[in-house]
């Protein structure tokens, strides 16, 4: 893990941990794993399927909250936030990208882009303009009237993309965004997370367990394995 | 503005099954259609009643008659003398005698028609009798021009082909009556009086008796009439009084303002007469319209309270189908009040959209009713009221907002249950 000062992280975890009860079992998700992440780093969270990669996605990003330990993201504690604060939280510091798109079927590219934005507040011109500036921005602009059963695998995931950028979040978090992908189009998609990165200056974390297809992006991967962090390696090769 | 937006996604969520939240709105608009037809018609027949009230200024009227049974002996008589007595009350604007006789034939020409003759003051328009009440021509003038008011279902049988043709034409009436002698016995006379048609009057279908196809008559001329004092005289009779100084069966009294009724009242009363006022039984009549038009109102709310959980039914399939886009939207920061927001209006659209249909189903129902009830009642040889259905305003606009407050009351539990959704969970199922 690299060190560093406790206020130059943009997120931090101290002792995280998660447990699930399912049945009378117990089973623990996450184990007081400690994690910075500098403001504007890419980060490559990878680990076998169960390893606790999505669960610690999820409390990154506000959607769960920890049994354990604590969530500090822009020196604010997640853990003291109400479901209303922690959906403001959301709306303004997170981007979710997920597997699965997970776009509204019945809405085109740029109405599932500017979905984001009317949580947010934001409506009229404005809307339209920033989700168009965001279809854009991952190259849609000619599928931007499309709904999502009429974009391939890739294509939905760069409109989760734009989706996720769409406010400009200072925190953008990427589930497996390549899982459902094949190699070139996985290329592709992770070199646009890049490109975002870089051009929007957002840290990003992506959970993967496809360290190949992430080296060339990442400024630093850790390893994640039963809960636990296990290792750190460097990225950029 | 962000809700604004919010709620227009409802619409979007409302789109895809356009079948159910058809059939949703079907439910409602049933349960609306039947409530505002239900109301419409208590509310009709308040009209219908209260309407001629309203045209002829009776709320102001207090119906002054002797007294009865075995006070009526030594009780005062309404007489001439007694009218002038009460018209200088305070507050009177008018007194006079309430005279109605049936079996006057009116002869125009080959035409003949027997009717029934009723007393109005020559000042009626100035009682605030509505203009409305005529159909042509004008009210009586002061003076003692014999002249005539003739009721619209008379017009037909007197060879008249509108109510304008009837206005100026004269009209022959042969009356014949009993008049009280001082023997205390009745003699027999039969008089004809020459009157001018100067007014055609039409009232309400629903007024009952022998009033709409009626002739008016000027006070002072129909006193001329023979069997004008009969019934008063047989009365006094009765009471073992004198009948030759009968009087009148009863007067109307009309006030200036409804305000001055109870004291009017309580004067006409300490002069030895007994009273009634139109008002009072206009209000009791209110009361019973008011608990009719309730309890049609509530048979309406079941219907729309089970239509409600038709509502509640399609919230919950939509919140199922649409779980994991809900976990979608609270990853991308939609609050637990945004997602109420969205399922509230969903919920309030379509009781907006059942509020709609429920309306024009209502007046269409309620249309239909009165062209069949007209049709059917023109086989039985009688003549059904035109609208028997009120439709005011505030009646279809409060049926709409019902409407939409039960379907928001009935989306509250659905959408509790979609901001409750635990976004993990729902993401998890795709």
Request: charged share 20%; aromatic share 6%; hydrophobic share 45%.
């Amino acid at each position: 893990m690299t060190p560093g000062n406790e206020n130059g992280y943009f997120v931090e975890t101290s002792g995280l941990s998660r447990a699930y009860r399912v049945g009378p079992a117990t089973v623990q998700a996450l184990a007081g794993v400690d994690l910075q992440v500098r403001r504007g780093e890419f980060l490559a969270v990878l680990g076998v399927s169960g390893s606790g990669k999505s669960t610690l996605l999820h409390l990154l990003g506000g959607l769960d909250t920890p049994t354990g330990g604590s969530v500090r993201v822009d020196r604010r504690d997640l853990a003291g936030l109400n479901a209303y604060q922690r959906a403001i939280y959301r709306r303004t510091t997170v981007g979710f990208v997920f597997q699965s798109y997970y776009l509204v079927p019945s809405l085109t590219a740029e109405e599932n882009v500017a979905l984001a934005l009317t949580f947010q507040g934001t409506v009229g011109a404005e809307r339209s303009h920033r989700a168009a500036e965001a279809i854009a921005r991952v190259g849609l602009e000619r599928r931007a009237g499309h709904r999502p059963s009429q974009l391939s695998g890739g294509e939905q995931q760069r409109v989760a993309i734009a989706r996720a950028i769409v406010h400009r979040p200072p925190l953008l978090l990427a589930d497996e965004p390549t899982g459902n992908l094949d190699s070139a189009t996985a290329a592709e998609v992770v070199s646009l997370l890049d490109t975002v990165h870089r051009e929007l200056g957002a840290t990003v974390v992506v959970v993967t367990h496809d360290e190949e297809i992430v080296r060339h992006a990442a400024d630093r991967m850790v390893y994640l394995r039963d809960g636990q962090l296990v290792g750190e390696g460097g990225g950029r090769s | 503005m962000r809700t604004w937006k919010i709620a227009l996604l409802a619409l979007n969520g409302l789109r895809r099954s356009p079948l159910r939240v058809t059939l949703t709105a079907l439910g409602v608009a049933i349960a609306c259609g039947a409530l505002v037809s239900m109301v419409a018609f208590a509310l009709g027949l308040q009209r219908q009643i209260e309407t001629p009230m309203r045209l002829l200024a009776l709320l102001n009227d207090i119906h002054v008659s002797p007294k009865e049974g075995e006070r009526a002996k030594n009780a005062p008589i309404l007489d001439d003398e007694a009218i002038d007595r009460l018209a200088q009350l305070p507050g009177v604007s008018a007194a006079y005698p309430n005279i109605r006789l049936r079996g006057i034939k009116i002869r125009r020409g080959d035409h003949t028609e027997n009717c029934v003759a009723v007393a109005i003051p020559r000042e009626a328009q100035m009682l605030g009798v509505a203009e409305e009440f005529l159909l042509a021509g004008r009210f009586l003038n002061e003076g003692h021009a014999p002249e005539a008011i003739l009721g619209a279902p008379l017009l037909h049988a007197l060879g008249f082909t509108s109510p304008q043709a009837a206005i100026g034409q004269t009209l022959i009436l042969e009356a014949s009556g009993l008049l009280a002698d001082m023997a205390k016995s009745f003699t027999f006379q039969r008089k004809e009086l020459s009157v001018t048609v100067v007014g055609v009057y039409d009232l309400p279908m629903i007024v009952p008796g022998p009033i709409r196809p009626g002739l008016l008559l000027p006070v002072d001329l129909m006193k001329q009439v023979p069997g004008a004092y009969f019934e008063s005289a047989l009365t006094r009779l009765k009471a073992g009084g004198d009948a030759s100084m009968a009087g009148y069966g009863s007067v109307t009294v009309h006030v200036r303002e409804p305000a001055d009724l109870d004291r009017v009242e309580k004067q006409i009363k300490a002069l030895g007469f007994q009273t009634s006022t139109t008002l009072s039984h206009f209000n009791e009549m209110r009361v019973f319209f008011i608990f009719l038009e309730v309890f049609l109102a509530a048979v309406g709310t079941v219907a729309l309270v089970v239509a409600g959980l038709g509502i509640v039914n399609t919230l919950l399939m939509a919140v199922l189908e649409r779980y994991q886009e809900i976990g979608i939207c609270k990853a991308i920061g939609a609050s637990q009040g945004d997602l109420v927001v969205l399922f509230l209006t969903e919920a309030g659209f379509i009781g907006l959209l059942g509020g709609l249909g429920g309306l024009l189903l209502g007046r269409i129902v309620s249309y239909g009713l009165e062209v069949a009830v007209g049709i059917y009642a023109g086989h039985q040889g009688a003549t059904a009221p035109p609208h028997v259905f009120a439709f005011p305003l505030w009646l279809l606009g409060g049926t709409l907002l019902f409407a939409v407050v039960v379907s928001v009351v009935a989306g509250v539990y659905p959408a509790l249950l979609a901001a409750r959704v635990d976004p993990i969970r729902a993401l998890r199922r795709g």
